[in-house]
């Protein structure tokens, strides 16, 4: 089975700061896409940055990057110059080859403080 | 703009009464799906359809039926919902596909918050 590993339940940050959510998986697939969404607390899920694995540069979307380690299988989410708006639930994705559903990461909680 | 609209966002009822939450996706998409959400458990995916008349089950498709008549919709069913499917669901649709046939972007709902009493 596909697993996606988030091995930080909570994260705090200072406004302004950088951040780095982490990401790892298991996967044998020759080819796969990974993705993250932002949860805040009104529930919607929001996507944010997609990478995929035969993609030669890490992914940047604005003030979010992927730093994509493919030996390592990790893909971790780079928030720059992090914002109150920033706080929310962030996951990490998932999407195996053949047309097969996301398998989703057990979350990072950001907080951004003042 | 490119959305999946499920309805309704917020919903409370009681154990047994049927109930259909609908979710519709305008950018022609063929495979669309279904995920609950719970503490600790993260997102699953309860049915999906890879196109009009294809439906198939995920990994936690029991008490749910899903039906696809037309591409664009993809309504999920609750036939006598109990207290353990309080929860909250998402839909998502896809399309654009990579190199091994992943998906390279997947459009979510905006959820729906039920509540069974």
């Known amino acids: 089975a596909q697993k996606i590993t988030q091995t930080q339940p909570g994260m705090f940050v200072q406004e302004k700061e950088a951040v780095t959510l982490d990401c790892t998986y298991d996967?044998?697939?020759?080819?796969?896409?990974l993705f993250w969404y932002k949860q805040p607390s009104s529930g919607e899920m929001i996507f944010l940055i997609y990478?995929?694995?035969?993609?030669?540069q890490n992914a940047t979307e604005g003030r979010y990057s992927l730093n994509f380690q493919k030996a390592r299988k990790s893909a971790n989410l780079v928030i720059s110059a992090s914002q109150l708006g920033d706080s929310a639930m962030y996951f990490c994705?998932?999407?195996?080859?053949?047309?097969?559903?996301?398998?989703f990461g057990s979350g990072t909680r950001l907080q951004v403080q003042p | 703009e490119a959305q999946v609209t499920q309805n309704p966002r917020y919903l409370i009822t009681v154990t047994g009464k049927k109930l259909t939450v609908t979710c519709s996706q305008n950018?022609?998409?063929?495979?669309m799906s279904w995920y609950r959400q719970d503490p600790g458990l993260g997102l699953r995916q309860i049915y999906y359809?890879?196109?009009?008349?294809?439906?198939d089950k995920g990994d936690v498709p029991e008490g749910y039926k899903v039906s696809r008549k037309e591409k664009r919709n993809f309504p999920l069913i609750l036939e006598s919902p109990s207290p353990n499917q309080t929860s909250l669901y998402f839909c998502?649709?896809?399309?654009?596909?990579?190199?091994?046939?992943?998906?390279?972007?997947?459009?979510f709902g905006q959820g729906t918050r039920l509540t069974v009493v």
């Open positions: 996967t044998s697939d020759p080819s796969y896409g």
């Open positions: 994705a998932k999407a195996p080859p053949g047309r097969r559903a996301l398998t």
């Open positions: 990478q995929g694995s035969y993609d030669q």
């Open positions: 950018m022609n998409h063929e495979y």
């Open positions: 359809s890879m196109n009009v008349e294809a439906t």
């Open positions: 998502a649709s896809s399309s654009r596909t990579g190199p091994g046939g992943e998906y390279t972007e997947a459009f």
